[in-house]
């Protein structure tokens, strides 16, 4: 029998692009995979959205990168005919929370072994990342030392908030895209995740101290550009980012936190997968955007921008 494997993509942005990445990964022969659009929005709403952000953009590679994500919207219709299996849900959560409105729906859950949880606003390179994921095909990946300090063990390393080190692949949790430049956290984008884990963490995400409900909203809060603005009531979708807290709390207290890996050291790009800020590759505004754009341009993207 051959072992399971879901893709749950947080569904807003709806760069056809994506999709069609996705589903174009290699699959190794003992395992089998399911692809999940957990939307909150229809897909139509981006068309007009997309056309006149993209139309601002300059000539730089991630502006280029940009222009190739958005070159066609999806449609729930071509979703399907990709084997997307897409869902309409309320607009009340974000990042890994999400998946908690697939949970709900998949009581069975742990028939699947790993889980990707992703936005849709990422750009992924080449086609052998669930070959290598799911493959075990690592001899090593990047450990967050930063994140490690509250374990009994590290308690005399006192590892800096960019600290990071290579360590054999091992028994890990979580395998992210990238690490998160100065802190111990995870961003909540691109995360591979063992459904051992969630069952672990009673078969949810917490969304302890949540607040904000955009149900039936489909505008951007006017934050395309990180944190520059603010609703009515003071909320942001910062608010959204709270159960990642919880789930480094969870960690800490589990002492997991050695069970989480990464492909990259670098915020938002690994030589798998560059992550969109806010649906837009080229969003430069968050502090760590220097590494990340320097990275970038290293990148070997073969003919992509042929």
């Given at each position: 029998m051959k072992k399971k494997f879901a893709v749950i993509a947080s569904g807003w942005h709806f760069p056809l692009k994506f999709y069609e990445q996705i589903v174009e990964q290699k699959?190794?022969?003992?395992?089998?995979?399911?692809?999940?659009?957990?939307s909150h929005r229809?897909?139509?709403?981006?068309?007009?959205?997309?056309?006149?952000?993209?139309?601002?953009?300059?000539?730089?590679?991630?502006?280029?990168?940009?222009?190739?994500?958005?070159?066609?919207?999806?449609?729930?219709?071509?979703?399907?005919?990709?084997g997307w299996q897409y869902s309409l849900e309320p607009n009340?959560?974000?990042?890994?929370?999400?998946?908690?409105?697939?949970?709900?729906?998949?009581?069975?859950?742990?028939?699947?072994?790993?889980?990707?949880?992703?936005?849709?606003?990422?750009f992924l390179i080449g086609d052998e990342l669930f070959l290598d994921v799911l493959g075990s095909r690592f001899d090593s990946l990047i450990r967050n030392d930063y994140s490690v300090n509250h374990m009994p063990e590290y308690l005399d390393k006192n590892y800096g908030p960019?600290?990071?080190?290579?360590?054999?692949?091992g028994e890990w949790n979580v395998i992210s895209n990238a690490i998160v430049n100065g802190t111990g956290g995870l961003r909540g984008s691109f995360d591979f995740f063992?459904?051992?884990?969630?069952?672990?963490?009673?078969?949810?995400?917490?969304?302890k101290g949540v607040e904000l409900d955009r149900t039936g909203e489909t505008d951007n809060m006017g934050m395309e550009y990180y944190g520059a603005s603010y609703p009515t009531g003071g909320l942001s979708m910062k608010d959204w980012e709270k159960p990642l807290n919880e789930f480094f709390n969870f960690m800490n207290k589990e002492e997991l936190l050695d069970t989480v890996r990464y492909l990259s050291p670098v915020y938002r790009v690994s030589n798998y997968c560059i992550e969109g800020e806010r649906g837009l590759?080229?969003?430069?505004?968050?502090?760590?955007?220097?590494?990340?754009?320097?990275?970038?341009?290293?990148?070997?993207?073969?003919?992509?921008?042929?």
């Open positions: 699959i190794p022969e003992d395992w089998e995979v399911d692809y999940f659009c957990i229809d897909p139509s709403f981006a068309v007009e959205e997309k056309k006149n952000i993209i139309s601002q953009l300059g000539d730089g590679r991630l502006s280029q990168l940009d222009k190739i994500l958005y070159k066609e919207i999806a449609t729930i219709e071509k979703l399907e005919s990709l009340n959560c974000g990042d890994w929370n999400v998946t908690n409105q697939w949970l709900e729906k998949h009581p069975n859950y742990r028939d699947y072994e790993i889980l990707l949880l992703t936005h849709d606003d990422n960019n600290a990071y080190s290579s360590q054999p692949l063992k459904t051992s884990l969630i069952e672990k963490m009673g078969g949810e995400f917490s969304d590759l080229s969003n430069m505004a968050t502090p760590q955007s220097g590494n990340y754009n320097r990275v970038v341009n290293e990148l070997d993207l073969g003919t992509i921008l042929d």
